[in-house]
C-alpha cells in the first residue's frame, strides 16, 4: 500500500479546534476544564503533538456528543498516513 491512500490526513486535534472548538465559540481553556484535563495537554492535541489515547477519546466523545470511534479511527488513520510516509522515505 501506497502513501497516496492517505493523501492528506487530518491531527484528531486539528479536527477538534476546526470543527467543535471554533464553531461552538470554546476556548481551549473553558474546553479543557470542562473535560478536567490541563490546558497543556489539551492545547498539545490541537498542535498535533499529543495524540489522542483510547481515554482521551472516551473523553471527547462524551464532552462533543460524538462517538469514541470518531476520535481513534482519526488517530489511527493519521498515524498509518505518517507509518507510510516514514517506510516510504527510508525506502527513498
Known amino acids: 500500500m501506497k ?3 492517505f493523501p492528506n490526513p487530518f491531527h484528531p486535534g486539528e479536527m477538534l479546534f476546526e470543527e467543535f472548538l471554533e464553531p ?3 476556548t481551549q481553556s473553558s474546553f479543557a ?3 478536567g484535563w490541563s490546558a497543556r495537554k489539551l492545547n498539545e492535541i490541537i498542535k498535533g503533538k499529543r ?3 483510547a481515554a482521551s477519546a472516551l473523553d471527547l466523545a462524551d464532552a462533543l456528543k460524538t462517538t469514541p470511534e470518531y476520535w ?7 498515524d ?3 507509518a ?3 517506510r516510504e522515505e527510508e525506502a527513498a
Open 51 to 53: 495524540g489522542v489515547t
Open 33 to 35: 476544564e470542562r473535560l
Open 72 to 78: 481513534m479511527n482519526l488517530q489511527v488513520t493519521f
Open 3 to 5: 502513501f497516496e491512500k
Open 24 to 26: 461552538m465559540k470554546l
Open 80 to 82: 498509518l498516513a505518517q
Open 84 to 86: 507510510y510516509r516514514n
